[in-house]
């Protein structure tokens, strides 16, 4: 089993930063790629930005590309998220995913437990 904890979520007037963390935890032999959705209010959960952990390769959705950064720190399994120039429609809760292997090679598509981030105009 893997856990994932978020941190960092919260309150920030449109404009300004938040940065987002993920620590993964468990049954990982192989983290394969870490990533942030969100899901706002009547919409499906949607992918924000993707790292794989090996070659380091990054996705980001159209709507945050220029302003959201992803990163990691293979070593102790964390993603984080720094998020500028937020806008209102930015608000909303934030998921991490991890796509892990056991050491019996068996896949995991884990999920954290989200953080509400909410962007004020």
């Known amino acids: 089993q893997v856990q994932l904890v978020e941190s960092g979520g919260g309150l920030v007037q449109a404009g300004g930063s938040l940065t987002l963390s993920c620590v993964a935890s468990?049954?990982?032999?192989?983290?394969?790629?870490m990533a942030w959705y969100r899901q706002t209010a009547g919409k499906q959960r949607e992918l924000v930005a993707l790292i794989t952990t090996n070659s380091g390769g990054t996705k980001y959705s159209d709507s945050v590309k220029g302003r959201f950064t992803i990163s990691r720190d293979n070593a102790k399994n964390i993603v984080t998220l720094q998020m500028t120039s937020l806008k209102p429609e930015d608000t909303g809760v934030y998921y991490c995913n991890a796509d892990s292997l056991d050491r019996d090679l068996r896949r995991s598509d884990s999920w954290g437990q989200g953080t509400q981030v909410t962007v004020s105009s």
């Open positions: 468990g049954n990982i032999f192989i983290l394969n790629a």
